[in-house]
């Protein structure tokens, strides 16, 4: 099976910077996603890593380690509308992905 | 929009009610997923369909029951649940169920039809 760790909550500051981090333990692994998903809505895609280093997308850098078995999503220059859910997600072997429980982030002013 | 639509986006039934949820996608994948989203758990993936084909069934209880007329439509069929039962249900689909790369592996997921049984 795979394990999937992720903090529960989050709170940055409009204009800041945010980092989220997440750990996993599997075998066999194709590649680590990272979704949003704002409340009501559907998760929508952010990112993709299946090599070790940074990945950087606008304001969104998504970061993996595959020795440490570990991956951020760093979010800059923090927007209100940034406050959402923030899903981690394992691709492994030969199952669908599989998630973490996500990081609600609340931005505040 | 994001080219899976899903319907009804809220119900409400009984334990004794038959429903059904229904999912649409008009980006041409050819495989399709139902995930359950509960509070405070991560999203539980239920049933994956490849080409028509149902390729997971992640132990998942009888009284839901899936199917897959089409690439572009699944459905979820509803009947005797339990209140423990009540949550977002998402459909997602993906170009293939499993290659190698990003594209190929990238969930489009709808809304959710967020679901309560009374």
């Known amino acids: 099976g795979q394990n999937i760790d992720q903090p529960t909550e989050m709170t940055a500051t409009e204009g800041a910077i945010v980092q989220i981090n997440c750990t996993y333990q599997?075998?066999?692994?194709?590649?680590l996603f990272w979704y949003q998903q704002h409340a009501g809505e559907a998760p929508t895609f952010l990112s993709y890593?299946?090599?070790?280093g940074l990945e950087e997308k606008g304001r969104f850098s998504s970061f993996l380690s595959r020795s440490k078995g570990y991956s951020y999503l760093l979010l800059k220059e923090l927007q209100m509308k940034d406050s959402a859910s923030y899903l981690c997600?394992?691709?492994?072997?030969?199952?669908?992905?599989?998630f973490g429980k996500g990081t609600r982030l609340s931005v505040i002013a | 929009e994001t080219g899976v639509t899903q319907t009804p986006r809220h119900l409400v039934m009984g334990m004794t009610n038959k429903k059904s949820l229904k999912c649409e996608q008009h980006?041409?994948?050819?495989?399709m997923y139902w995930y359950k989203q509960s509070a405070k758990k991560p999203l539980e993936l239920m049933f994956v369909?490849?080409?028509?084909?149902?390729?997971e069934n992640n132990s998942v209880p009888s009284r839901f029951s899936p199917e897959c007329p089409n690439s572009s439509h699944l459905f979820l069929h509803l009947h005797t649940l339990q209140p423990e039962d009540s949550a977002l249900y998402l459909c997602?689909?993906?170009?293939?169920?499993?290659?190698?790369?990003?594209?190929?592996?990238?969930?489009?997921f709808g809304a959710g039809s967020r679901l309560t049984v009374l």
């Open positions: 890593n299946v090599l070790d």
């Open positions: 980006l041409g994948h050819n495989a």
């Open positions: 997600a394992v691709l492994a072997g030969n199952t669908p992905l599989v």
């Open positions: 369909y490849n080409f028509k084909e149902q390729t």
């Open positions: 997602a689909s993906s170009q293939e169920r499993l290659a190698g790369g990003t594209g190929a592996n990238v969930l489009t």
């Open positions: 599997t075998s066999g692994f194709n590649g």
